[in-house]
């Protein structure tokens, strides 16, 4: 495996794909597109919380303090800010989050996660693991489990690299390093 590169290289823009990438491209961009989609299906049938609602609470369990600037949160929920002003109008009327003023910016909006909230996160996380097991996990032989642990490990140091990565993420994402089980709000998902 080759180490990704520090920065976007345009070097090679307009070269076509080689066999092998044109083979693995097609199944990817499937996997990118219709992962979230079959993950949003089974959340919502079997919680009644989108996955866009399930991310936005994840992302505030790992933010200090449960906190986060409205802004932020909608690039690591990976949605528009309009669409977050909604998905948090939904959650604060479930009770699963507070929008507040920002102590630094009058012009900001914080979003917190409450009680309520982390307990709408802790229900839903085992819907998550669930699926990400059957759609993913169990597709994979034990014996390529860490392997593909260090290709998503290359691909998201490749986004960093891009600047591609939301800072609201990071938290949620590490390193790269392996998390036990008491560590990280990540293991939460």
Known sequence: MTSPKAAYDSSSVGLPLSREEKSVSVP????????PRA????????????????Q???WLSVSEGGRQHMTALAEA?????SHLSRLAARLERRGALKRLPSPDDARSVLAELTDTGRQLLAEAAP???AALRQLVFDQLP???MEGFGRLNDSVLAALRANGTVPTAMEPALGNGT????AGSGAQRL
């Not at 392996?178 to 089980?181: A, N, S």
Request: charge should be negative.
């Open 77 to 81: 929920a990976h949605v528009t800010p």
């Open 178 to 181: 392996k998390v036990d089980e």
């Open 56 to 58: 936005v609470l994840l």
């Open 142 to 144: 034990e014996s390529d």
């Open 39 to 54: 993950l949003d299906a089974r959340l919502q049938r079997e919680t009644g919380h989108s996955l866009h609602e399930y």
């Open 127 to 129: 819907v998550y693991r």
């Open 28 to 35: 990817l961009l499937g996997v990118v597109m219709l992962l």
